[in-house]
């Protein structure tokens, strides 16, 4: 991902492994009302285990770096990877 790219507000259907290989990954979490971004650097992760329409989040890259990050997601068969989700109004994206 570019810097200043980000990912729009997504759920995955099963749960996600990410760990960031360069730059840094800033998440959002759509159920946050403070909208505050937690900050992976290189070398760290993070599991996302929620999985569900009710909890919706973004990944943004406010880094002067490319991002680059792995994941491992784990999906029944014939699933969608992500499912794009509407802005839940709670950060401004």
């Known amino acids: 991902m570019q810097p200043g790219g980000q990912s729009g507000w997504h759920y995955h259907p099963g749960p996600s ?52 990050t792995v994941t491992f997601q784990i999906v029944s068969a014939g699933a969608p990877r992500r499912v794009d989700a509407p802005d839940p109004g709670t950060c401004d994206s």
Do not use: M
Request: contains cysteine; charged residues 20%; proline residues 6%.
């Open 17 to 68: 492994l990410v760990t960031v290989v360069q730059g840094t990954a800033t998440f959002y979490d759509g159920d946050d009302p403070t909208c505050t971004p937690e900050v992976f650097e290189v070398g760290t992760g993070v599991i996302d285990d929620s999985v569900d329409a009710d909890h919706v989040h973004l990944l943004r890259n406010e880094g002067t770096v490319p991002l680059i």
